[in-house]
């Protein structure tokens, strides 16, 4: 019964906070959007096959900071990530903007706010040990704990681990903490590697 009350309470969060943020934010969502259009060849959206909540695929979209043609493979599994970037692609990536659509993703309930980030499909080594460690059973973030520890630095069994510890501490006021050490995190533009 906790678990159910917390989640419709999570839910209801962010939903308000998605609806809010999506208003303050639609005139610099609109601003990148352009600027993305005129700097790079392609549409300014990149909808990605990640996985949610129970290993479900879902599209989640972000503001392309990427060429068009790039592999479909992590950031850091690129040889040279920085050949791949769009002229405004490593501003986007630094200032968090490109994930600015994710809104539409946490008001279809596909993400939330907080929780561990959605794995790329192709990143089986990552799912296997989320499952194993039942993170599976969390709705991906916007942010998460993981973040907040490390982001691009942690290597995937310890990101795994701070995953897990989220899952078993989850509460309203957990999600608050983190999503506060996320604005500071981004404001400074701490554990940003590309």
Not at 5 to 31: H, T, W, Y
Not at 51 to 64: E, Q
Not at 172 to 194: E, S
Request: a positive charge; aromatic letters at 8%.
């Amino acid at each position: 019964m906790k678990y159910f009350s917390s989640s419709i309470i999570k839910r209801g969060f962010d939903l308000l906070v998605a609806i809010l943020v999506g208003l303050v934010c639609l005139f610099p969502m609109v601003v990148v959007y352009l600027a993305v259009r005129l700097t790079s060849a392609g549409p300014a959206l990149y909808w990605s096959d990640r996985v949610g909540r129970n290993n479900v695929i879902f599209k989640m979209p972000k503001f392309r900071s990427m060429r068009i043609h790039t592999p479909a493979v992590a950031t850091h599994l690129l040889t040279n990530p920085g050949q791949y970037l769009t002229p405004i692609g490593g501003f986007l990536r630094k200032s968090s903007l490109d994930e600015l659509p994710q809104l539409l993703s946490i008001l279809k309930g596909d993400m939330s706010f907080v929780g561990p980030r959605p794995a790329l499909f192709n990143q089986h080594d990552l799912i296997a040990l989320r499952t194993e460690a039942n993170v599976q059973l969390l709705v991906p973030g916007l942010t998460g704990w993981a973040q907040i520890n490390g982001r691009d630095e942690i290597p995937i069994p310890q990101k795994v681990a701070l995953d897990r510890d989220y899952l078993e501490r989850q509460s309203l006021w957990l999600d608050l903490k983190i999503l506060i050490l996320t604005a500071v995190k981004v404001v400074k533009r701490d554990n940003v590697t590309h």
